[in-house]
């Protein structure tokens, strides 16, 4: 659980990354945002088991 945790993170930041470079920003930095803050929030949770 926490490799795929890790691995949807870092596609968030590299969403968050590419999303000024691309015609569809908004879109790309919405769905990098949701998934570093799901990712951070699941991390935070397991760490708390």
């Known amino acids: 659980m926490k490799n795929w945790t890790i691995f949807l993170l870092s596609l968030g930041f590299l969403l968050i990354a590419l999303s000024p470079t691309v015609e569809f920003s908004a ?3 919405t769905s990098g945002i949701v998934l570093v803050v799901g990712s ?4 935070y949770r397991k760490r708390g088991k």
């Open 27 to 29: 879109s790309l930095m």
């Open 40 to 43: 951070a929030y699941m991390l």
